[in-house]
């Protein structure tokens, strides 16, 4: 019996489906952890980065 | 706070040698590109046997790919990474291979593919020697960076790098995962997929290497060198982490699109579909936090060419990052797919996108690095202004040839036959369109070339020493950052997000939830087509090639005949009308690798086999244009006075037997049996009045595989003649096969 034979008869088309879903909810689950409130201070810090070649930004 | 400061310099060398090299390889692969576009309406340019339209645009591919856009990642990313870090790369020898490993190869496949050395497919022709050599110099990159990530002096990773990070890893695993093949000597290698595998494989490499070898690491220098231009941040940090975790966990699986109506299976494609249009809104989020990053400052845009291009080359990514999921939606791909418009789809993102993004990047730095004043904004100005009209040029008329030709095929007369069967003339029809193609790439070559005069007097007017600023900042306090608690249960810790910012200040960890995320995916989509036997229903009339076939396939990839012609009959009534029965899964069981091609400048071929006589292709080969007048074809002289090279095809048998390929006899006396079939196929040739003496000829192995291709399917069903074009239904063995 071939390695072929026995993933054909585990019938694992459907794995597509489920890794749709469970890309879904990492998805769902990202926005939600960076839209949460309380956050836009470190963001503001961390977009400032590029244009503070000199001196690192505080707090490290 | 920490109370002592280090002080180091940043390694500006490493930076302008990548710059150098963009602006040279840029203009090799412009200069190419603008040979293949004069080879289309003026068949004369091709120059056999090295420089014909098949083996140039490989090169071209390559070149633009790797060595253009290649060097401008590498110049912004050493540029950009040592900065957000506050440090220094960590080894400059490591910096210095990479940067020599990287030219010898670029070097190694303008060396190789005029002489048809090819793997052929698809941006990754190059023969495995040279692709060991990517995956050493990759790695030596790829240590270089990652140390110097441990010896950063800030804590928070800024979003450019993670651009990078992901994209480093993700080229690693396709180069690797697609470039598997069995070598068959120094310059040859047969993939150790096949057909409908091999298509799948392909296509996750070509389409990921769109995305992370020229998205992802654009946008990390979007989004580094925008703001510096602009001299304001970005406009939402937020929208840039969700734009770059959507494309890491979507991109991965678009693949597919690009086999839409093949023998790919349905559900594969459709998943391909599906992630490709999702793909479109995080694209158009990252376009619109570029373009928003100038809010305020639009006043800027008329007065400074750098933000000119900035602006441009976003737009441009914005354009094709809505085109793609509407070419991925299979009604529309039907049209599209094999046309030009495939090829003004890549091009509004090289030309665009790719191209002015570097070209703003490098008159930024060019000041910075060379340490004097740019020579002339008039002329950064006067560059702009040419390449955006020779892109404009470029995509209407191309986008016009891909639609035009599209409906011609699909064009049915009142009596229900194909309005122009004669595929000749769907190409004449494009031959305007293609010269405005010419004057398009021309304005966009001149440009180039200004920019590299202008960059060149920059350069002339550096100081005698360049100045080494000494940086200084803290080092990293070894303690991370501690989660602070948060009240409100498991929800609200949760939404504070402070676990992401855990991950981010631990490369490493971070580095592996990317690798994850794009393993993972491409596994549930690989594993299904790979596995699943009745994902490649076998057809028992399916045979391996001949000795002297797979003698004449190596011809043709070689000649790089796929580059124009497709071998996959879509089932759409308008193909199966022009062509024949559509293209089964189970008739490329043995194509290591597939040569389903993705573009037609020349019909299919996939049921060439017995269409015509063995001398006719003979002639056609020795000059095109003696059977059909209008041919663009390049001739292929060369394969009637080229001999055979017996020996080496038992080398080759070897390695396809190796490979699973059920050679049965063969395996033992290929040349001879080769030695037999050519005879058979020369007297043939001399019987219906052609050249004598063509018995050892490369011309006969290569029409002994024309003559086969769809011939085994023919057999099936009992018919050998072409008379009745219809899909006929096939005997399929779902069980043995012919394996």
Known sequence: MKLSDIMGAANLSAYAEVAMILFIIAFVAIVIAIFAPGRQQTYDAASRMPLDDEHPQTPR | MNARLDSFSYDDDIVRKFLWATMIWGLVGFLVGLIIALQLPLPGFNVSPYLTFG????????????????????????????RLLKTRMWSDGLSAFHFWGWQAIIVSAALTLPFGITQSKEYAELEWPIDIAIAVVWVAFAINYFVTLTKRRERHIYVAIWFYIASIITVAILH????????????????????????????????????????????????????????????????????????????????????????????????????????????????????LTLRGAWHKVTEDPILKFFV?????????????PMLSVKSVNA?????????????????????????????????????????????????????????????????????????????????????????????????????????????YITGMILGI???????????????????????????????????????????????????????????????????????????????????????????????????????????GCFNCHSQMIRPLTYETERYGDYSKPGESVYDHPFLWGSRRIGPDLAREGGKYPDLWHVRHMNNPREITQKSIMPAYPHLLTNTI???????????????????????????????????????????????????????????????????????????????????????????????
Not at chain 2, 646 to 662: E, L, N, R, S, W
């Open chain 2, 335 to 443: 049209l599209a797919h094999y046309t030009d418009w495939i090829i003004a789809h890549v091009h509004t993102g090289a030309l665009g996108w790719n191209g002015f993004l570097t070209f703003g990047m490098v008159y930024w730095l060019a000041p910075r690095l060379f340490q004097a004043e740019m020579y002339s904004k008039k002329l950064v100005n006067l560059h702009f202004w040419l390449a955006t009209f020779g892109i404009l040029l470029y995509v209407v008329a191309i986008y016009s040839a891909g639609a035009t030709q599209g409906l011609m095929w699909r064009a049915f007369d009142e009596t229900g036959r194909l309005q122009y069967p004669d595929f000749v003339e769907t190409v004449m029809r494009l031959m305007p369109m293609y010269w405005v193609r010419v004057v398009g790439g021309t304005l």
């Open chain 2, 55 to 82: 083996r140039l645009r490989p090169l071209h591919t390559n070149a633009v790919i790797f060595a253009f856009a290649g060097n401008a990642w590498f110049t912004g990313a050493y540029y950009s990474t040592q």
């Open chain 2, 176 to 291: 690797i995962f697609n470039n598997l093949s069995v070598p068959a000597g120094w310059l040859k290698s047969y993939s150790i997929y096949a057909g409908v595998q091999d298509a799948f494989m392909q296509w996750w490499y070509g389409h990921n290497a769109v995305a992370f070898f020229l998205t992802t690491p654009f946008l990390g220098l979007m989004y580094y060198f925008m703001p510096k231009a602009a001299d304001r941040p970005v406009f939402s940090y937020k929208l840039s982490i969700l734009h770059f975790w959507t494309l890491v966990f979507l991109y991965i699986w678009a693949g597919p699109h690009h086999l839409h109506y093949t023998a790919l299976p349905d559900w594969a494609s459709t998943l391909g579909m599906l992630f490709s249009v999702m793909l479109w809104m995080p694209s158009w989020g990252g376009m619109v936090n570029g373009l």
């Open chain 2, 453 to 559: 005069y202008n960059v060149y007097k920059t350069w002339a007017a550096r100081p005698a020493t360049y100045e080494v600023p000494v940086v200084q900042a803290a080092p990293l306090n070894p303690e991370p950052e501690a989660m602070h608690p948060v009240a409100g249960g498991a929800w609200a810790r949760f939404a504070s997000a402070q676990w992401h910012r855990k991950w981010e200040g631990m490369p490493l960890f971070f580095t592996v939830m990317v690798t994850v995320a794009v393993i993972v995916a491409s596994l549930f989509e690989i594993i299904p087509t790979f596995l699943i036997k009745s994902n490649v229903p076998t057809i028992a009339s399916v045979k391996p090639y001949t000795p002297l076939e797979l003698a004449g396939r190596d011809i043709y990839q070689r000649e």
């Open chain 2, 645 to 739: 090279d017996f020996p080496t095809i038992q080398k080759h048998v070897d390695a396809m037997a190796m490979i699973g390929v059920p050679y049965g006899d063969a395996v033992n006396k290929a040349p001879e049996m080769a030695k037999a079939q050519a005879a058979q196929i020369a007297a043939s040739i001399e019987a219906a009045g052609g050249p004598k003496g063509l018995a050892d000829k490369e011309i006969v192995a290569l029409t002994a595989y024309l003559q086969r291709l769809g011939r085994d399917l023919k057999n099936a069903s009992g018919t050998a003649q072409q008379a009745a074009p219809a899909a006929k239904p096939i005997a399929l063995n779902a069980s043995g096969g012919s394996r």
């Open chain 2, 312 to 324: 441009v080359a976003v737009t441009a990514y914005g354009m094709s990052t809505f085109e793609g």
